[in-house]
């Protein structure tokens, strides 16, 4: 199991940015993939971006184009660069690592964005 710990969220204005990171406790090299979840008040868990071993990214329609998630594998740490908010992207944001059919999440960082 990977132990995995975010941190970034903050309170910001909208069309701001904010970088979150997500530090692994665990050599994530090999790792098939990586990635964010969101989670707004009220609604279901959705996905954000994914990072491949091989550095494929993928991303939610949302969010493309204004976040851009990044994988350091020497430091064991993922990261998602957030450009132009919106009030739409208040979010608890989880990080997750996949190693075959087992994903670890951390538990959370919370961004706030305000209008």
């Known amino acids: 199991q990977v132990q995995l710990v975010e941190s970034g969220g903050d309170l910001v204005q909208a069309g701001g940015s904010l970088t979150l990171s997500c530090a692994a406790s665990k050599s994530i090299f090999s790792r098939n993939a990586m990635g964010w979840h969101r989670q707004a008040p009220g609604k279901q868990r959705e996905p954000v971006a994914e990072?491949?071993?091989?550095?494929?990214?993928h991303y939610a329609d949302y969010v493309k184009g204004r976040f851009t998630i990044s994988r350091d594998n020497a430091k064991n740490m993922v990261y998602l660069q957030m450009n132009s908010l919106k009030p739409e992207d208040t979010a608890v944001y989880y990080c997750f690592v996949q190693s075959g059919l087992t994903l670890d999440w951390g538990v959370g960082t919370l961004v706030t964005v305000s209008s």
């Open positions: 990072i491949t071993s091989s550095g494929n990214t």
